[in-house]
């Protein structure tokens, strides 16, 4: 087995999808009845003046006049200062805080093109090069176990905020990788979901896609499943790319690299016990990659 090879981060991406959206815990008080209440305690200054102003010319004491102005303008300035307050606190309410952006439009337009129907076949160009003969190529990173360098490549890596897809938070990769093979709010789907480990979220898929679940998508059917599943990884490792900061950055760091995750196990996704595996995750990355470095991810 070939070791796993660290390489130099040397230059890094930005994200243009922001984190999700979280304006349910916005306050109150942009709410119809919070401006009420803030109209009407702004006002009641100016009232309270202008009614004592009345009351002095009606009782008409000595000096009256003086008294009456007194009171319209200690009311007016308060009012005035009052609303001057109530402006500046609307204005910073509607400055939308980092957690309150929604993703831009232009990580939705880029996600929604990356992934057109087809797309997803661009890291067939990479499995075409370097297939079967990737083991002897010198500029090969791999990546695969957790605490050495470009965990971050694994579908089992917890970035700092879930990955959004679909309008769901995915804690991992795999997480929505093994979800896609159920219906969506299946009792299979939520237990995979909610897993907290990705491993087990993995395992949990792999014991429950039968075709006598109901639960499954693709009649639990394997082959059927082999038909999609490139489908998904690609629309799974796009999201990352546009979500998680660490693995966008550390793929971009991998240069020239030619990518292949070291599983001993994995024929497909990896390069298995003999290197002789398919390593299609190690492809997607690279495809990833260019994706990046052209501005469509
Ligand atoms: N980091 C890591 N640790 C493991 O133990 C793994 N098995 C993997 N591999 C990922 O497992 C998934 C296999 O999915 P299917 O069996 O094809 O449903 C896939 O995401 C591999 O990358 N990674």
């Given at each position: 087995m070939n070791p796993t090879h660290s390489h130099p981060i040397t230059s890094t991406g930005t994200s243009p999808h922001a984190p999700p959206?979280?304006?349910?815990?916005?306050?109150?008080?942009?709410s119809w009845k919070g401006f009420l209440v803030k109209v009407i305690k702004t006002a009641l200054p100016l009232v309270l003046g202008c009614l004592g102003a009345a009351a002095f010319s009606v009782a008409a004491p000595a000096g009256w006049a003086f008294w009456a102005g007194a009171c319209i303008l200690t009311g007016l300035v308060t009012t005035l200062y009052l609303g001057y307050r109530a402006l500046s606190e609307y204005k910073i309410d509607k400055i939308p805080t980092a957690s309150q952006t929604p993703p831009t439009p232009s990580a939705q337009n880029l996600l929604s093109a990356a992934n057109k129907?087809?797309?997803?076949?661009?890291?067939q160009i990479y499995k075409n090069q370097?297939?079967?003969?990737?083991?002897?190529?010198?500029d090969k990173t791999g990546f695969y176990d957790?605490?050495?360098?470009?965990?971050?490549?694994?579908?089992?890596h917890k970035g700092q905020n879930p990955i959004t897809i679909d309008g769901v938070g995915w804690p991992t990769a795999e997480h929505y990788f093994q979800c896609a093979k159920f219906k969506v709010g299946s009792s299979s789907w939520s237990t995979i979901k909610n897993n907290p480990s990705p491993d087990h979220a993995r395992v949990h898929a792999g014991n429950h896609f039968?075709?006598?679940?109901?639960?499954?998508?693709?009649?639990?059917n394997g082959h059927a499943w082999g038909a999609e599943k490139d489908r998904v990884m690609w629309k799974t490792l796009t999201h990352k790319a546009v979500d998680d900061l660490q693995y966008r950055t550390e793929l971009i760091g991998t240069g020239n690299s030619v990518l292949f995750e070291?599983?001993?196990?994995?024929?497909y996704w990896g390069i298995g016990q003999n290197g002789s595996g398919q390593n299609t995750l190690g492809y997607m990355h690279m495809a990833i990659r260019d994706m990046i470095r052209r501005g469509e991810l």
């Open positions: 959206d979280d304006s349910k815990n916005a306050t109150s008080s942009g129907s087809g797309k997803h076949q661009a890291y370097y297939h079967p003969t990737l083991m002897s190529i010198p957790k605490g050495q360098p470009l965990y971050s490549l694994t579908n089992y039968k075709p006598h679940n109901p639960d499954c998508l693709h009649g639990g070291n599983s001993p196990v994995d024929y």
